[in-house]
């Protein structure tokens, strides 16, 4: 068996695909360039750093008039729509402002004072309406969104990984392991532990670097927890999103059923807490 | 080929490195050969070796404010003047070796990660701080001396790689362009 594996910085962090067939390299870089090219496709269409996204020009005027959505975005705005109702706003796309505020992400001019919440968006089949200006922020679900398009590109006659930057989706995921960044020693060392599901997602507090923040809904402060979640579900989209409500949700159990997830806390002295 | 991902003790000095002392796992992408294939599908590359002189060094680290340490520079011309470079951009806690492709016009066409380093804290190789991980029982070990193959954690930022890039685009503008 042959193999490929291949890495770019994308989605602002470095994305790894991992692919072993019975195929000469140049099929298998051929299939794996594919997939990065999805990547960055919804890199494009999502990014809120970047004014020219599909996704800016919604935040630009949505509260203006109906504006046409790519199925992509439908996509993904239609489940963190679900996953913010079932959550009670603990999971919100709706809180950018804060993080713009907070200097985390950029502004690109008159980003709103009012509070929103996600109840302010009207997603139809083929465009989006807010009852006033908001900033939608997808950085909590997106990149599952597409590490999930690039798996699917590559195809399930190859055995494939795409890890973006810790969240994952692997084709042949029965009986693997796989590894989890522990939250002692600055997430150095990691845990292994077998693979329960097609995707795997990892969110922490405490070791993500300086620019990155979680912030509660609620309180709109920076969550301060010292131990890390992790999600296992059929979708790395899904995988991604949980994670965050694992941290902001006191009892986040009914929620990961709801999705058909598993979910897992590690704490500092490295001990793994099943939800 | 057969490609596997590598945790090697290397000795920090001798790379010329002297961050902390402690492990460094590597993990190896494509060749150089196959980072060409990638990101110059199709064009003829040449390669010109680029030699920095000490003025030009110290030129591009005031325009860019990344430290240029490296006066050898990798690179290949394509037959239609683009660049394509293999260089070595140094982070917090991590090395990484890249192969970035730049058009005719300077502007970054792609970027391809080489091999990838990350080191350790010393902590890992402290007996008592590895205790607390053993005898945990089943599906619970910790892994640090073997091929690590997937891992899942707090989002690792790509940040660093910015200033490489920048460096490289600088030294585009003022040595490569008219090379």
């Known amino acids: ?275 | 080929m057969q490609r596997r991902s590598l945790l090697k003790t290397i000795l920090l000095a001798a790379g010329g490195f002297c961050v902390t002392s402690g492990q460094v796992f590597a993990k190896t992408y494509l060749s150089v050969e196959q980072a060409q294939k990638s990101l110059c599908k199709g064009a003829s590359l040449r390669p010109v070796p680029v030699k920095l002189t000490k003025e030009q060094m110290k030129s591009i680290q005031a325009a860019c404010k990344v430290r240029v340490r490296n006066s050898d520079m990798k690179t290949w011309k394509t037959g239609d003047g683009g660049w394509f470079i293999v260089d070595q951009i140094i982070g917090k806690h991590e090395f990484i070796d890249i192969a970035v492709a730049l058009s005719p016009s300077g502007k970054v066409k792609g970027i391809e990660v080489l091999e990838y380093r990350e080191s350790y804290g010393h902590e890992v190789a402290n007996p008592k701080w590895l205790a607390q991980f053993i005898g945990r029982g089943p599906g619970k070990r910790l892994e640090i001396d073997k091929d690590i193959r997937n891992i899942s954690g707090a989002t690792l930022s790509s940040v660093h790689i910015t200033e490489g890039i920048n460096r490289l685009t600088e030294t585009w503008a003022q040595v490569l362009r008219s090379a």
Not at chain 1, 94 to 112: E, N, Q, W
Request: proline share 6%; glycine share 6%; hydrophobic share 45%.
């Open chain 1, 1 to 275: 068996m042959n193999s490929l594996r291949q890495c770019r910085p994308l989605l602002g962090t470095y994305v790894e695909i991992h692919l072993a067939a019975d195929e000469d390299d140049d099929c298998l870089l051929d299939r794996s360039l594919a997939a990065f090219e999805e990547i960055s496709r919804i890199q494009r269409l999502m990014s809120f750093h970047d004014p020219e996204s599909e996704l800016s020009r919604i935040n630009a005027s949505a509260h203006l008039a109906e504006i046409p959505v790519s199925p992509d975005m439908r996509r993904v705005l239609s489940f963190a729509m679900a996953l913010a109702e079932a959550s009670g706003g603990a999971f919100d796309p709706t809180i950018a402002p804060a993080l713009v505020r907070r200097g985390v992400l950029p502004d690109h001019g008159s980003c709103p004072e009012n509070p929103a919440d996600w109840r302010s968006i009207h997603l139809g089949d083929e465009s989006v309406r807010f009852d006033q200006a908001l900033r939608l922020d997808l950085g909590g679900i997106a990149k599952g969104y597409a590490v999930d398009l690039a798996l699917a590109v590559i195809g399930d006659d190859v055995e494939a990984t795409v890890n973006a930057g810790g969240d994952l989706a692997m084709t042949h995921w029965r009986g693997r392991d796989v590894e989890i960044r522990t939250p002692a020693s600055d997430g150095r060392a990691t845990l292994s532990v077998p693979m329960e599901n097609r995707a795997l997602a990892t969110s922490a507090a405490y070791y993500l670097e300086s620019e990155h923040v979680i912030l509660h809904p609620g309180n709109l402060k920076p969550l301060e927890r010292k131990d890390s979640a992790s999600v296992f579900a059929s979708s790395c989209m899904a995988a991604d999103a949980l994670t965050k409500v694992v941290l902001l949700l006191p009892d986040p159990a009914p929620v990961l059923r709801r999705f058909d997830a598993q979910g897992l806390v590690i704490d500092l002295e490295g001990t793994i807490v099943r939800l």
